[in-house]
């Protein structure tokens, strides 16, 4: 994992100092609400609904045991218990007061994490696959280069007033997990033909109320250009994104309007202006920074567990959890074991201070001190030994964590919602949690297979919905709550949008509909083929003529 | 409107020129982007500076040609938020090799001065209410960077402070 040295621990403690003193001037009356607010805004701090909403930054997902310790110890002192994981594998935390925010920064502090860019129109925490670095797929891990452009941007003197958020997103791994197509920026290493490791650079992907797959702008990149590749892209974006219409400031409306090709053309312009020695970091710093992601002292263990191959054996129940939960590792007699933390009928993505404190415990003695958030809102334990699995399923389950759904029809990712969102126009948990009490046996579950549903409370998509094999999303109408039903979206390397498959639906008619859909699937679909495969062979008309003949 | 150049309110020795009224030969003046244009063979002769108002929608290329007869560009800040002229400063001082002065006009607020001055911006025309204090302070609230190749006092990891920056490329 990176750690901190003196320039980064300064850095972040500044930053502390100088947000101190603007939350006493605010509190003062010296700012206004309004004056303050882009300040606040850059330190992570939102005005939501009921109370203000501190976001903490997770870069690319990695955490240590004494991070996650100190996570649960901020959720306790500041605020009811819990926290909240985010889509940008963050964690947020919904009632802290103003005034305890600049300590809350500091306690961050403490452990090498801030607030800074998790919010406004600048950079926003750059998210990874949550396996890198272990997923067996993978060509190399991709976390060095996520910090290099976590460090470059944050504070960036150029790029911190844009039209609109930014978003970054790398993968190592051919199997995309991290969502690349539906971010500003998409990065997957890539090897060219003469066996060097670089980028395929994606731009101009998003959600929204414009949904848009990334172009492919650079086919390869050397890998040691990555910040002024970018500087060229974020230039360009700068200079050229629209500041008229906020629903048309992404960059994927540049790219669209201009066209990927005059698009890639005025980066690559821009590219080939740019001071590359000057710019570019050191060769020793690169190396600095991938030194602390060499990997952690594995050791050497045959692949196969006979305890580990005998509890599958003859318990069922931790059977049928690391059917769903333990997925391979790159080094044998090691597994990655993911948690959900989608308990039947609970709130997406929520954990405990008293379950972030068992993780800790466990990442420190089963998992070499690592722990992952992901962008579906679970966490997972990357380096646990084999032998160690059972055991850390019993721990689990003593603390509600060890739901076998993952990947399954309850792993619902939802946003917020009206439930706390000052921009929901719908409530989107109650809906999660009625689909996944409905749907939730296990053997129902199993029935249905790999299902993702994906859940936004507004047209700001921050649920994934266009992404979900079956997304719900929000809206009002004359003061009513409605929903709207897409089919066929995916956010793999094989990314695809969403299709509204109707005439909306009221919350209570959601879950029917939903079910309906599913039972159609099962009715109609081949041995073995998912709901997705199933839905890109059959089209939306079966699942259109059910959801509409009930109703 | 007060400047602030080098941390100090200094006097503004320059004086913006109605686009109605006629060019004088001498006294350094700030002209709009098209009147510039339409005056661009005149300017090379005059005895006084010449500056510009390049709109933040503007390419800074437009200019490129005029550089040599310029010594004053004004940046347009319409609002906190509108980021644009960071990086038509950033353009003019390194691939364009400005030397000149760069001034934000417009929403220049002390709390963002020091990135402005990493983009290269040497001078800020302010409305007068923050105090010189404020400013001088948040001139200096960012010690370190990450970023390299930009100006500023700002330390980046290596150490080095680049007052001055590889402007002219050769």
């Known amino acids: 994992m990176y750690r901190y040295d003196e320039f980064d621990a300064r850095f972040v403690r500044d930053r502390v100092t100088q947000f101190r003193d603007q939350v006493e001037r605010r509190i003062g009356g010296d700012l206004s609400e309004e004056e303050f607010r882009p300040l606040r805004l850059m330190n992570g701090l939102y005005l939501q609904l009921h109370a203000y909403m501190l976001r903490v930054a997770v870069p690319y997902g990695t955490m240590s045991a004494s991070q996650v310790r100190q996570l649960a110890h901020i959720a306790d002192t500041y605020d009811k218990g819990y926290g909240h994981f985010t889509t940008r594998q963050n964690i947020q935390f919904n009632w802290p007061k103003l005034s305890d925010v600049p300590d809350i920064l500091d306690d961050l502090a403490d452990v090498e994490m801030h607030a800074i860019q998790t919010s406004g129109n600048c950079i926003r925490n750059t998210t990874a696959d949550q396996w890198a670095g272990v997923a067996a797929d993978e060509l190399e891990d991709p976390r060095p280069y996520a910090e290099l452009v976590r460090q470059w941007s944050s504070l960036h003197p150029e790029f911190s007033f844009l039209p609109r958020k930014f978003k970054i997103a790398v993968t190592g791994a051919p199997r995309d997990r991290a969502a690349i197509a539906f971010h500003d920026i998409g990065l997957r290493v890539k090897k060219n033909e003469a066996g060097e490791t670089g980028f395929e650079v994606l731009v101009g992907g998003g959600m929204g109320r414009t949904p848009i797959i990334a172009a492919n702008v650079r086919g390869w990149l050397p890998k040691n250009e990555l910040l002024s590749y970018l500087e060229a892209i974020m230039r360009v974006y700068n200079l050229h994104g629209r500041r008229d219409n906020k629903y048309k400031a992404r960059i994927k409306i540049l790219v669209h309007e201009l066209g990927a090709e005059e698009f890639t053309r005025q980066v690559e312009a821009e590219y080939a202006n740019i001071d590359q020695p000057v710019v570019v970091p050191p060769a020793e710093e690169l190396a600095r920074i991938a030194d602390y992601f060499s990997p952690p002292g594995y050791e050497e263990l045959p692949a196969d567990d006979p305890v580990y191959t005998k509890h599958l054996a003859t318990d069922p129940a931790f059977a049928s959890w690391n059917e769903t939960s333990v997925v391979e590792h790159k080094v044998p007699g090691y597994a990655i074991v993911n948690i959900s933390l989608k308990p039947v009928g609970g709130i997406p993505g929520d954990a405990t201070s008293e379950q972030m404190r068992t993780i800790a415990d466990l990442a420190e003695r089963y998992s070499l001190n690592e722990i992952r958030a992901t962008h579906e809102q679970n966490l997972v334990l990357p380096n646990v030994r084999k032998q160690d699995i059972h055991d850390v399923w019993l721990i689990l389950a003593e603390c509600g964590l060890a739901s076998a759904n993952l990947g399954k029809v309850t792993d619902i990712i939802s946003c917020p919602g009206l439930d706390y969102c000052g921009l929901a126009t719908a409530r989107s948990i109650p809906v999660s949690q009625a689909i996944s009490k409905r749907l939730g046996a296990p053997e129902r579950q199993n029935q249905i297979g790999d299902m993702k549903i994906k859940i936004s409370g507004c047209i700001n998509a921050c649920g994934h919905h266009h992404a979900g094999h079956i997304g719900i999303l929000g809206l009002e109408k004359r003061g009513q709550e409605f929903y709207q039903i897409t089919l066929g979206g995916s956010a793999d390397e094989n990314a695809s949008i969403g299709e509204i498959v109707g005439p909306g639906f009221s919350g209570e008619q959601v879950p029917e509909a939903v079910e309906t859909i599913i039972d159609t699937y099962i009715g109609l679909r081949n041995e073995g083929e998912t709901f997705l495969e199933a839905y890109r062979r059959v089209g939306p008309e079966p699942f259109k003529e059910a959801v509409y003949a009930a109703h | ?170």
Request: charged fraction near 30%.
């Open chain 2, 1 to 170: 409107m007060p400047l602030i150049k080098n941390g100090e309110l200094v006097a503004d020795r320059w004086q913006r020129l109605d686009d109605e009224a006629a060019l004088p030969g001498d006294g350094d003046v700030i002209l709009s982007l098209d009147r510039l244009k339409a005056d661009r063979d005149t300017i090379a002769t005059r005895s006084g500076e010449t500056g510009v108002i390049l709109p933040n929608s503007a390419q800074v290329e437009e200019i490129e040609a005029l550089l040599p007869h310029l010594s004053l560009i004004a940046l347009e800040f319409p609002a906190f938020t509108d980021g644009r002229a960071y990086s038509q400063a950033r353009q003019l001082r390194t691939k364009l090799g400005y030397t000149g002065q760069l001034r934000a006009i417009g929403v220049v607020l002390a709390d963002q001065a020091a990135f402005m001055r990493r983009v290269g911006i040497d001078a800020f025309e302010t409305d007068g209410r923050q105090s010189l204090a404020t400013w001088k302070k948040a001139l200096h609230a960012i010690t370190l960077a990450y970023q390299r190749g930009y100006d500023g006092d700002a330390a980046t990891r290596e150490g080095g402070r680049r007052d001055a920056p590889a402007r002219a490329r050769t």
